[in-house]
């Protein structure tokens, strides 16, 4: 199937992108877009039948580690290198 790739399109997607595309520019844009969405057609022709859809070619595991405290409640031992502190938390100046 042939994808036409209108001079509008091209003029949008450079101004989403930000962009200013010189005339010769924007014409290989249209052909380059054209190119791809041919070969996206391409892949549309593939017998795909018998094949689970996945989101990841890898498979994805939950790589988190449990939530335990290791290291407990350590405030009088932390607070000791306190210059100052106040019902049990450091004093700092205040800013604004």
Known sequence: M???ITDETIEYVGIL???ELSLE???QAKKDMASMLDYIDKLGELDTTGIEP???VFPVHNVF???KITNGDDRENILQNAPEEKNGMFVVPSTF
């Open 54 to 56: 996945m989101s990841h």
């Open 25 to 27: 520019e924007k014409e």
């Open 65 to 67: 580690r449990e939530d």
């Open 17 to 19: 992108a930000k962009l």
């Open 2 to 4: 042939a994808n036409v």
